[in-house]
T-cell receptor, first 118, second 112 residues
């Protein structure tokens, strides 16, 4: 029973194409994220949504557009793909930190989508 | 957010204890220290979180000295399946949700 699932697992496409990655979480969390992991294993946050509203938008090209139809889904659409977009993209979710009181709210990650742009 | 520094890699053997130390000299009063584990082809998985002193759960222990400028993740009696990348993060609890950037992590290789 997967908590955070993203599809597809692998995505190979050519430069200039438009592609989407889908993410769903069944944990009842209020906040969802997209992260990008480069070849050196650095994970960098791209976007964060809380209850379908965009709350974090890091310096990401506007070719990347997240969409959250409901709080259980956060999809990532990428226009005009470039070679440098090749990476592993992770979706994650967390509960609002306030519910955890003084503790942080751990991130729950999907298993990633490996995007290869040729 | 405070920058973290941790060793790039560590080797160990089955049954040994593995200790990974992370430096976070600029940690702020409202920052927590969190550790994640990542296996190949999987997303990171939360291991443990702490603010000060010692925290222990069924997976690991986290030791944080009084000045909080460093922390040590301790994995007792590792097995081959503990081979993974371990990330140390400083997490600031903001109402807008977590905003975490993971560094390169420490690659732990457990040998038979």
């Amino acid at each position: 029973d997967t908590a955070v699932s993203q599809t597809p697992k692998y995505l190979v496409t050519q430069m200039g194409n438009d592609k989407s990655i889908k993410c769903e979480q069944n944990l009842g969390h209020d906040t969802m994220y997209w992260y990008k992991q480069d070849s050196k294993k650095f994970l960098k946050i791209m976007f964060s949504y809380n209850n379908k509203e965009l709350i974090i938008n890091e310096t990401v090209p506007n070719r990347f557009s997240p969409k959250s139809p409901d709080k259980a889904h956060l999809n990532l659409h990428i226009n005009s793909l470039e070679l440098g977009d090749s990476a592993v993209y992770f979706c994650a979710s967390s509960q609002d930190w306030g519910i955890w009181g003084q503790e942080g709210s751990p991130l729950h990650f999907g298993n990633g989508t490996r995007l290869t742009v040729t | 957010l405070a920058k973290t520094t941790q060793p790039i890699s560590m080797d160990s053997y089955e049954g040994q204890e593995v200790n990974i130390t992370c430096s976070h000299n600029n940690i702020a009063t409202n920052d927590y220290i969190t550790w994640y584990q990542q296996f190949p082809s999987q997303g990171p998985r939360f291991i443990i979180q702490g603010y000060k002193t010692k925290v222990t759960n069924e997976v690991a222990s986290l030791f944080i000295p009084a000045d909080r400028k460093s922390s040590t993740l301790s994995l007792p009696r590792v097995s081959l399946s503990d081979t993974a990348v371990y990330y140390c993060l400083v997490e600031r609890l903001e109402a807008a949700g977590n905003k975490l950037t993971f560094g390169g992590g420490t690659r732990v290789l457990v040998k038979p």
